[in-house]
């Protein structure tokens, strides 16, 4: 069985495609043969910059432990206009709090609706510790599944 034909989204139809927010699966490397740690996550995209924003939930216990040190995949996806599409961004995560690149990321942070919270947590959110984090991918793509012929 072949795969679903899918075609390459432009920049336009894929900034038209992320908005300014919306939700995703953030995926973590890990050593070794371990499996990548994935979690759903919300985020801000900048179409003027092509950078994604994301409000991570942080701690030993979150999985989420030194995100810069990681090579970071994410992927988001859903049906418009009839057809399937999805963005997948790979790169490494960048605090937001790092001085050189705090100036850059509150501009960008001001070109994106607010993040949505994605309460998935197993307390309240307010006992939860977050941080801000960055990803300039270094690959961006957009798939669309072709639309069906009349």
Known sequence: ????????MDDDERDEF?????TGVLSLSRAGDDPPHSVPVSYGYDP????????????EES?????????TTFVTYG???????????SGRLVSTTDESVSAESLAGLER????????VFGEPPGRVEFE???????????????????
Do not use: C, H, Q
């Not at 992320?18 to 919306?22: A, D, E, F, I, T």
């Not at 049906?79 to 961004?89: L, T």
């Not at 994106?112 to 309460?119: F, G, K, L, N, Q």
């Not at 690959?139 to 639309?147: K, V, W, Y």
């Open 48 to 59: 003027v910059e092509e950078v994604f924003y994301f409000r991570l939930a942080v701690g």
């Open 112 to 119: 994106t609706d607010r993040i949505p919270i994605v309460d």
């Open 18 to 22: 992320l908005g300014r927010s919306g």
């Open 63 to 71: 999985g989420k432990a030194n995100p810069t040190d990681r090579g």
């Open 79 to 89: 049906e418009r206009d009839g057809r399937w599409k999805s963005v997948v961004a």
């Open 132 to 150: 801000f984090y960055r990803l300039d991918p270094d690959r961006l793509t957009g798939r669309a599944e072709r639309p069906m012929d009349p």
């Open 1 to 8: 069985m072949s795969a679903p034909d899918a075609v390459r």
